[in-house]
Nanobody, 114 residues
Framework: QVQLVESGGGLVQPGGSLRLSCAVSGSIESIYFMGWFRQAPGAQREIVAR???????NYANSVKGRFTISRDNAKNTVALQMNSLNPEDTAVYYC????????WGQGTQVTVSS
């Protein structure tokens, strides 16, 4: 059973930045896609970014150009650099494989507000 631990969330003003980190209990080297997902209040969980084991990336249109996903296969971590945050980015952020397993972490809350 894979354990996923997200961190780095917080309260930030519009236009600000945050860097999220995800520590995975097992090796991610063989996992083709790792992704970051988010769930806003009253909304379904959605994927915002994913990265292949070879480093190719895909982003949701809503975050393209503002978010950057990265992974460190040696350290079994996945990161999400978020810039130019706006209130619509407010959500709980999760990492998981893509497609996701059932083993979701607790997530990390990101709140963008003035």
């Amino acid at each position: 059973q894979v354990q996923l631990v997200e961190s780095g969330g917080g309260l930030v003003q519009p236009g600000g930045s945050l860097r999220l980190s995800c520590a995975v209990s097992g090796s991610i080297e063989s996992i083709y896609f790792m992704g970051w997902f988010r769930q806003a209040p009253g909304a379904q969980r959605e994927i915002v970014a994913r990265i292949s084991r070879y480093g190719s990336t895909n982003y949701a249109n809503s975050v393209k150009g503002r978010f950057t996903i990265s992974r460190d296969n040696a350290k079994n971590t996945v990161a999400l650099q978020m810039n130019s945050l706006n209130p619509e980015d407010t959500a709980v952020y999760y990492c998981n494989t893509d497609p996701p397993t059932r083993d979701w972490g607790q997530g990390t809350q990101v709140t963008v507000s003035s």
